[in-house]
C-alpha cells in the first residue's frame, strides 16, 4: 500500500509538471490550456471514479454536475463575483444540491435502471441550459471575468493561472484519494462488494451511497468551475450525455477503481483527441475501437500497466543494490 501511494504522488507530481516543461521545451506558453484541459478533466474523471469503482454507481450523467458547475461560476463571474471565497461555496453549495437531487431518486434502483435514470435527470439540467435563453440557451454563455483570491494571483497570466489550476486539481485528486483510503471510503467499497453483509453489520448502505454521490458531484462541480475559467465560456454541451460517455471512457482507459487511472485516462484521452482530430472530424470513430482493443489488451486499464513498469523499475534498483 505504501508503494502504491507512492506511485500516485509520483503521477499527480508529473501530472502537474509535464504542462510547464512542454511549454518551455516548445516555447509556447499557449500549450499551458491543453494539459490545463487535462487536468480539469482527470479531476471530472477521479470523481466519476470514485463512485463507480469504489461505490459500483455507473453514472451516465455524472456531466449535469461539470455543466452545474460552470453555469454557476460563469453567472457569478459574469455578475462581478470573481472572489474564490464567494464562487466556491457557491458552486458547492449548488452542486451538492443537484447531485442530492439525482442521487436521492436514482439510488431506490440498481443496474441498469441506474443508469438510465441518471441519464434522465441529468438531461433535465441539459435542456434547462438550453432553453434558458438569459444565459445564452443552445449557444452558451461567454464569460468575460476570471476568478481570484483577494488579487493573489493575476488570472489573465498563463503561468499564474496555469498554477492555479494545477493546485486546484492537485488538491482535488488527492482529497479523492483520501475519500478511498479512509473508513467512509471502505463502507462504500463494502456496500458494492456486498451490501447484505454490509447492511447486517449495521450499515446505512443508501445513506453511505448517497454521500459518496454527493461528495463526487460537488468535486465534478468543482471541476466544471475550473472548466469555465479556463475557456471564459460555458455551454450545454458541458452537461450532455455525450460528455458523460467521454467521462466514463476515460474512466475505464485509465483503469476502473484505480487512482492513477482518472489522470492517466484524461491526459490520453485529450492527447488522442488533439491528434485524431488533425485526422478526421469522425475522430470518436478511431478511438472507440482503440478503446476496445485497451480493454481487451489490458483489462487493469493504463493504471495497471504503469504500475508493473514502475514495480519492475523498483525491483531492477533492488536487483543493483544486492549485494550476495
Not at 245 to 253: C, D, K, N, P, S
Request: a neutral charge.
Amino acid at each position: 500500500m505504501r508503494l502504491a501511494n507512492d506511485h500516485t504522488w509520483l503521477v499527480i507530481a508529473a501530472a502537474v509538471l509535464i504542462g510547464p516543461a512542454v511549454a518551455l521545451i516548445y516555447d509556447d506558453p499557449y500549450l499551458l490550456s491543453t494539459f490545463e484541459r487535462m487536468l480539469i478533466f482527470a479531476v471530472a474523471a477521479a470523481s466519476l471514479n470514485f463512485i463507480l469503482g469504489y461505490g459500483g454507481m455507473v453514472s451516465f450523467g455524472h456531466a449535469a454536475f461539470l455543466g452545474v458547475g460552470a453555469y454557476a461560476t460563469g453567472i457569478l463571474l459574469n455578475a462581478g463575483q470573481t472572489n474564490l471565497l464567494v464562487v466556491l461555496p457557491t458552486v458547492v453549495a449548488v452542486s451538492a444540491i443537484a447531485a442530492l437531487f439525482i442521487g436521492a431518486i436514482s439510488l431506490r434502483t440498481s443496474g441498469i435502471h441506474f443508469i438510465m435514470i441518471t441519464l434522465a435527470l441529468a438531461q433535465i439540467f441539459f435542456y434547462l441550459a438550453i432553453s434558458s435563453s438569459r444565459f445564452g440557451g443552445d449557444d452558451g454563455m461567454i464569460i468575460y471575468e476570471r476568478a481570484t483570491l483577494m488579487g493573489l494571483f493575476d488570472p489573465w497570466d498563463r503561468w499564474q493561472f496555469y498554477a492555479f489550476i494545477a493546485i486546484s486539481a492537485a488538491l482535488l485528486i488527492a482529497f479523492i484519494n483520501h475519500l478511498i483510503s479512509s473508513e467512509f471510503g471502505q463502507k462504500l467499497l463494502a456496500c458494492h462488494e456486498n451490501p447484505k453483509r454490509a447492511e447486517a453489520m449495521g450499515l446505512n448502505t443508501y445513506g453511505i451511497k448517497l454521500t459518496a454521490f454527493v461528495l463526487a458531484g460537488v468535486i465534478c462541480g468543482l471541476a466544471g468551475g475550473l472548466l469555465a475559467n479556463q475557456t471564459e465560456f460555458a455551454t450545454p454541451g458541458y452537461a450532455e450525455w455525450r460528455r458523460s460517455g467521454e467521462l466514463l471512457a476515460i474512466v475505464i482507459f485509465g483503469g476502473v477503481g484505480t487512482r492513477n487511472g482518472p489522470i492517466l485516462g484524461a491526459f490520453a484521452f485529450i492527447l488522442l483527441e488533439h491528434f485524431l482530430a488533425d485526422i478526421t472530424t469522425h475522430w470518436a470513430a478511431i478511438f472507440g475501437p482503440m478503446l476496445i482493443l485497451a480493454v481487451l489488451l489490458s483489462p487493469g486499464g493504463l493504471s495497471r500497466g504503469v504500475e508493473r513498469i514502475l514495480g519492475s523499475l523498483g525491483g531492477l534498483r533492488g536487483q543493483r543494490g544486492h549485494v550476495p
